[in-house]
């Protein structure tokens, strides 16, 4: 039995993992041509729903989500889903670094309890959009960051910086202001 690969992707303000999503979407390209876009997502469903639970009554979210998914996997530009509250980025190809950064801000947003959407880009031609001249980095709330590693103790300031205003968080050694 092969491993298929999980992809996130965001249907209706929410992250969800589909297995063998890049496969299904291969196959659903090479039979697009003449069809309309509903035909394409309903294709998309019913192949993603033999590996993946798919609810009939979120049908209509999953839809236009594999869509916006399929088109960008053809190259198309699309808009990305707004997503609710704040949004973190994580740019980096996947070194250590990039998984410790990763880690360090999901202990954070936990810690402080605030919710926000993370995801991390690592396709190189996707980090090179937001014009980051080294990572890992961070976007937050739209803005972009240089990264570095954070400790526990700096990353507080990070994100209340990175446009999130008014979120309480720990005083540290390294606060400047009082």
Known sequence: MTEKDVM???VNGHLIGLVGFRE???????????????TIQNALIDLLSAENYI?????KFYGPA????????LGE?????????LHILILGEGCPRCHQLEKSILELLSEINLPAGLDHVTEPL??????????????????????????????????DR?????IPHRKTVNDKNP
């Open 126 to 159: 996707e980090i090179a959009k937001y014009g980051v001249m080294g990572t890992p980095a961070l976007v937050i709330g739209g803005r972009g960051r240089l990264g570095r590693v954070r400790t526990a103790e700096e990353s507080p300031q990070t994100v």
């Open 8 to 10: 996130q992707i965001r």
């Open 55 to 59: 609810p009939a009554s979120a049908r």
């Open 162 to 166: 990175g446009g999130t205003r008014g």
């Open 66 to 73: 594999l869509l916006r998914e399929f088109k960008k996997f």
């Open 77 to 85: 530009l699309v808009a990305d889903e707004p997503s609710p509250g």
């Open 24 to 38: 299904v979407v291969a196959e659903v390209s090479r039979t697009r041509i003449g069809k309309t876009d509903e």
